[in-house]
């Protein structure tokens, strides 16, 4: 009988998502950190009070369409090369 041998889990993935309005440009967005599993499962979830000033997020997701909270985006994009991605090792 052979032996399993188990993968070691995967560490969270730090997530910043940035919900802003397109409509009304000089409306301030909303920056909210997400901890998420590799699969995409959310384990935490806060709103920051203003813009991250650190690279230290391991991706970054926008929505335009001037939704208040995450459970209400139907759709986000996500932003490649952003200044807030930590850069790679």
Not at 44 to 60: M, N
Request: aromatic share 6%.
């Amino acid at each position: 009988m052979a032996t399993r041998t188990r993968k070691p889990a995967d560490p969270p993935r730090k997530v910043l998502v940035i919900l802003s309005n397109r409509f009304r440009p000089l409306e301030e967005p909303r920056f909210i950190e997400i901890l998420c599993q590799s699969d995409g499962s959310i384990l935490e979830e806060h709103r920051l009070r203003k813009r991250p000033t650190q690279a230290v997020y391991d991706e970054v997701w926008e929505n335009d369409d001037a939704k208040d909270s995450l459970d209400s985006c139907r759709s986000v994009k996500r932003h490649y090369r952003h200044a807030l991605i930590k850069p790679k090792a």
